[in-house]
C-alpha cells in the first residue's frame, strides 16, 4: 500500500499552516499500526527536498522541477503510549513494523476531521 499518494500530498497543507487552530484543525491523513495500537493522525507536511546540497523543507505547490522530493516531514497527534503532538517522517513510518511484523497502514476511509473528533476517536478507543 502507498502511504502517501499523489492526491494526498498536493492537498496537505504546509507546515504551521494551521498554526493556532488547536482543536480545530483539520487531519488530513490517518496512519496506523494493524497489529501495534498506534495511530498518527496528520494535519501538515512538506516534502524535503535538496537544494544546494542542503535538505529543506518546503511547500508542494513551492516545488521546483528540479526539486527531488527525499522524504516527507509531518505534524500531527501521534497516539501511541500517549496522545501528543509531533513531527514524524515518512521514511521512518515506512520504516516501522508491529508487534506481529507488519507494516504502518493508511486509513484509506478516512474523511477530513478535526482534531477534537481524533481525540474523541482516541478516547472512545482506550
Given at each position: 500500500?502507498?502511504l502517501?499518494?499523489?492526491?494526498?500530498?498536493?492537498?496537505?497543507?504546509?507546515?504551521?499552516?494551521?498554526?493556532?487552530?488547536?482543536?480545530?484543525?483539520?487531519?488530513?491523513?490517518?496512519?496506523?499500526?494493524?497489529?501495534?495500537?498506534?495511530?498518527?493522525?496528520?494535519?501538515?507536511?512538506?516534502?524535503?527536498?535538496?537544494?544546494?546540497?542542503?535538505?529543506?523543507?518546503?511547500?508542494?505547490?513551492?516545488?521546483?522541477?528540479?526539486?527531488?522530493?527525499?522524504?516527507?516531514?509531518?505534524?500531527?497527534?501521534?497516539?501511541?503510549?500517549?496522545?501528543?503532538?509531533?513531527?514524524?517522517?515518512l521514511?521512518?513510518?515506512?520504516?516501522?513494523?508491529?508487534?506481529?511484523?507488519?507494516?504502518?497502514?493508511?486509513?484509506m476511509?478516512?474523511?477530513?476531521?478535526?482534531?477534537?473528533?481524533?481525540?474523541?476517536?482516541?478516547?472512545?478507543?482506550?
Open positions: 500500500m502507498k502517501l499518494t499523489l492526491e494526498a500530498q498536493k492537498s496537505l497543507p504546509p507546515l504551521y499552516a494551521q498554526d493556532g487552530k488547536g482543536d480545530e484543525a483539520i487531519v488530513h491523513i490517518k496512519f496506523f499500526t494493524p497489529d501495534g495500537g498506534w495511530t498518527w493522525y496528520v494535519t501538515e507536511g512538506c516534502p524535503i527536498v535538496t537544494r544546494d546540497g542542503q535538505q529543506m523543507e518546503v511547500p508542494y505547490k513551492d516545488l521546483e522541477p528540479e526539486d527531488k522530493i527525499d522524504d516527507w516531514m509531518f505534524f500531527g497527534l501521534v497516539d501511541g503510549f500517549e496522545a501528543e503532538f509531533g513531527n514524524f517522517v521514511s521512518e513510518l515506512r520504516a516501522v513494523r508491529g508487534k506481529m511484523g507488519l507494516p504502518i497502514e493508511r486509513d476511509y478516512y474523511s477530513n476531521k478535526t482534531i477534537a473528533d481524533a481525540r474523541n476517536d482516541i478516547s472512545s478507543a482506550r
